[in-house]
């Protein structure tokens, strides 16, 4: 599991911002949201403009990094803070796999090429390559000939993959298994543009997806479930790409008559066929386009699902213990993350409204 993140100098945010999920309180309520003493679903919240979007792509730079996933070149836009371009813009990540914490950081510059990198395991170095220098544990014996080349390494070879593609590893070798991790990444939203980072290396058309797995019926009660709509699809052919309702018995194709809500569910039902395999997901805004009630039933759909997971919203309804506690929900302003129980003095219990709270001023960053 992802335990704590942290970049500095990257679009927005010119100094180091930090999220830590080791932290959690000690509520006695929602305990699901908590494994293995660290939070594994969460809401961040936060004015217009605070860097809630930003701080999910800068956590899902590791994708574009050490995977050969979908790559979108408009991410490296503004990659570096403005007034610091010359200076890197750093990332660090520490992960807990059973009983192994990794430490993994790395530098790139405003091209997103990578400079420096470092890698711990349990406060153990594995590697550290700065400029001019590399160290390597003894677990992976190098010739004098590839330590040298590494120290200067004018092609940004990523430690990591090197040694991934270069040594028989166990399934329990603590790189297969942030291989494993990075790979099952996924970050998606759906405002004017679909877009994704991580989990599939292709885009897929839903429409053509749900039919050719025969989900229609689910399709259409997942509909049901969340939003109350009620839709009577029209059976299809193996040969079809669109889904057909019918409305007062004459077929229309499905994407002309839904809304941008309903849209909006189609991709995220599309989503969670996926996300059996996903090890961490991150929806930037997912309520966006919903009723507040249907965000409600959104959310709780998501969180029955056993990877970590994190959102953004706008949507302070979801602000609330019915949903998770406290430790879940973080403010994100000023270049600062905390969870809402450290943005008061006030011993927050199972009987507060926190929306209320919040909408009265009470949780400061």
């Given amino acids: 599991m992802l335990a704590k993140f942290a970049v500095e ?20 309520f929602n305990k699901e ?42 991410h490296l836009r503004n990659y570096v803070f403005a007034g610091a371009q010359k200076s890197p813009v750093v990332f660090e990540y520490t992960f807990k796999f059973g009983s192994d ?28 390559r700065r400029l001019g220098t590399f160290t390597l544990s003894e677990e992976f014996p190098l010739t004098d000939t590839l330590k040298s080349g590494f120290s200067r390494n004018a092609n940004n070879v990523s430690i990591i ?4 593609t270069s040594y028989p590893l166990p399934e329990e070798h603590y790189l297969i298994k942030l291989q494993n991790f990075v790979n099952g990444m996924l970050w998606f939203r759906c405002l004017e543009d679909r ?10 058309i839903i429409d053509t997806f749900i039919i050719k797995n025969k989900l229609i019926k689910d399709f259409a009660r997942f509909l ?42 189609t991709l995220l039902y599309y989503w969670l066929q996926k996300m059996s395999k996903a090890s961490f997901v991150f929806i930037d805004e997912f309520d966006a386009f919903y009723h507040f009630k249907l965000s409600f039933n959104v959310c709780k ?8 997971i994190f959102t953004s919203s706008h949507n302070t309804y979801l602000m609330t213990n019915e949903l998770l506690r406290p430790d879940c929900n973080f403010l994100l302003d000023k270049n600062i993350i905390k969870p809402l129980y450290e943005c008061t003095e006030k011993e927050l219990r199972w009987g507060h409204n926190i929306e209320k709270l919040f909408r009265g001023g009470t949780f400061t960053v």
Wanted: hydrophobic share 35%.
């Fill in 161 to 164: 993959n090197f040694l991934l």
């Fill in 33 to 74: 949201a908590v494994k293995d003493g660290i939070i594994k679903n969460g809401i961040i919240y936060g004015p217009n403009g605070c860097g809630k979007s930003n701080f999910g792509l800068a956590i899902f730079d590791i994708v574009d990094h050490l995977t050969q996933k979908k790559k979108d070149p408009l």
């Fill in 224 to 265: 049901d479930d969340v939003s109350g709509q009620k839709f009577d699809f029209s059976p299809t052919r193996s040969e079809d790409k669109l889904l057909r309702c019918f409305i007062k018995g004459s077929p229309v194709i499905f994407t002309e008559i839904s809304s941008t809500g309903t849209h909006s569910l």
């Fill in 101 to 128: 914490t990794l430490f993994y950081s790395y530098k790139k510059n405003f091209q997103g090429i990578l400079q420096e990198e470092k890698l711990t395991v349990n406060d153990k170095i594995v590697f550290e």
């Fill in 301 to 308: 759909e998501l969180l029955k699902l056993n990877c970590q």
């Fill in 195 to 204: 877009e994704f980072i991580g989990l599939e290396s292709l885009v897929e």
């Fill in 9 to 28: 100098n990257f679009r927005g945010f010119e100094n180091k911002i930090e999220i830590d999920l080791t932290r959690p309180a000690n509520y006695e």
